[in-house]
């Protein structure tokens, strides 16, 4: 895998996202038009995407999940403080 590649894989989500720089989409979608196997991934991560937000729409983590999650943030957060 060329470097260039493995950067446009670690960035594909911040595409998908729509959290990525107007720079980084343009490099971003260059890239993709140029790279046969990049652009498969890149479509494959987009269905993955789609997926998830059609099957967990609307849905809300358990209470004592999202409890057990505040207190492990609170100590990350402590920890690192």
């Not at 498969?40 to 609307?58: N, V």
């Amino acid at each position: 895998m060329k470097a260039e590649c493995a950067e446009v894989i670690a960035e594909v989500w911040t595409l998908l996202d729509g959290e990525c720089t107007p720079e980084t989409r343009e490099k971003l979608r260059k890239h993709l038009e140029e790279c046969p196997p990049c652009l498969r991934l890149y479509g494959l991560e987009e269905r993955i995407k789609e997926l998830i937000a059609a099957k967990c729409r609307g849905e809300k983590a358990p209470e004592r999940l999202r409890e057990r999650l505040r207190l492990e943030i609170s100590r990350t957060t402590i920890i690192r403080g």
